[in-house]
């Protein structure tokens, strides 16, 4: 039975994870993929090993231009990103996936430096298992839970270049990472942006993942996701924000 975090595997599924290594075995930077990534891979293409091979092969190749040194991004390459303050990392929902909140009113596609952008798409997703929440992570849990709250969103936030490399960044590279986007406060223009623009780029797999919020249903909504402990202040909750410029700086914790 499949849950939040994306269902326990059975014994064929792991052997399928098992013909999936050895059919990437030849690209030495498979080694550094654990079964759980080959495994969400393998959900991605609806275990296709062939498929999520391909898929696998693509990653690594795009991981190694993205980040060459050792998957990772330094901070100076990404610096102009995070000190705009657009991304923030908050608490869990009520299935214990992490929650990461994104502020689209604050991103300006005339100050957007394109690579810079991408660099730090590829950064986030590995904060949200990392640092203050991991300790109240599920065993298992993989997925994330985005709230992204477009309030004072307007022409000069437009930016679909931008848009439509963040979600192909996350449904190619990423797969089986989003659990669920909550659009809120989402004006008209922004709507109309979506359908016509935006929503054919997203795969099949993804565009279910997009929940648009109506404005009479936001407070109920929320809190049917999220604790009012887990909730961000600024949406009638408890849990102060943290911005991804100072989340990975935190002290990590130690689970017992």
């Known amino acids: 039975m499949a849950n939040a975090g994306g269902g326990a595997a059975g014994e064929g ?5 098992a013909q999936l290594r050895a059919l990437v075995q030849e690209d030495h930077r498979a080694k550094e993929v654990d079964n759980l990534t080959l495994r969400r891979f393998l959900r991605a ?19 190694a231009e993205a980040a060459p040194g050792g998957g990772t991004v330094r901070e100076e390459q990404v610096r102009g990103e995070l000190e705009q303050d657009k991304i923030y990392m908050g608490g869990v929902d009520r299935t214990g996936r992490p929650i990461i909140v994104g502020l689209l009113a604050k991103h300006y596609s ?40 477009l309030k004072g969103w307007g022409y000069a936030n437009c930016d679909v270049r931008a848009y439509i490399a963040a979600i192909e960044i996350m449904q190619n590279y990423y797969p089986e990472r989003l659990g669920k986007a909550l659009m809120i406060n989402v ?63 935190q002290p990590q914790p130690v689970c017992e």
Not at 13 to 17: A, I, M, S, T
Not at 120 to 141: A, D, E, N, Y
Request: proline share 5%; hydrophobic share 40%; charged share 30%.
């Open 187 to 249: 004006p008209y223009i922004f709507l109309k942006v979506w359908k016509t623009m935006i929503y054919p780029f997203i795969d099949a797999n993804t565009r279910d993942k997009f929940v648009f919020v109506d404005d009479k249903s936001l407070r109920e909504t929320l809190r049917r996701e999220i604790d009012e402990s887990q909730l961000p202040e600024f949406l009638g909750g408890k849990m102060p924000l943290v911005s991804l410029k100072d989340y990975a700086q």
């Open 110 to 149: 005339a100050n957007r430096d394109m690579a810079e952008f991408k660099s730090t798409s590829t950064t986030w997703p590995f904060f949200l298992h990392q640092s203050k929440c991991v300790c109240t992570i599920p065993r298992g849990q993989e997925k994330f839970l985005a709230i992204m709250d």
């Open 13 to 17: 599924e792991w052997l399928k994870v």
């Open 45 to 63: 293409r609806g275990h296709n090993v062939d498929k999520a091979a391909a898929m696998l092969l693509k990653f690594l190749r795009w991981r």
